[in-house]
């Protein structure tokens, strides 16, 4: 079985995408990011990518944003914790 070239991270692109390749960290516009959603959407659709693998894609996003976001907070509980337990163990 042939595997479809257009998902091979080795394939050559049909064409260079127009992703802006330098975000400044300071971009926090709103429109910025609509605008680069857009951008991004437009591209993999451009690249031949279905409706559904775009959704996959935003899925997986999310889930490594969501990911980041629970290692931070159990990285910050943790921390609370173990002050807890210095504070007991001094008081």
Known sequence: MVA????SPLAPPKEIMALPTYIAATAHDPRSIAILAKTIYRELRTQGYAANEVM???GELLEQVASEVK???DDAESLEIRSDAVVEASG
Request: hydrophobic share 40%; aromatic share 10%; glycine share 0%.
């Open 71 to 73: 290692d931070r907070r």
């Open 4 to 7: 479809d070239a257009r998902f």
């Open 56 to 58: 996959t894609l935003a």
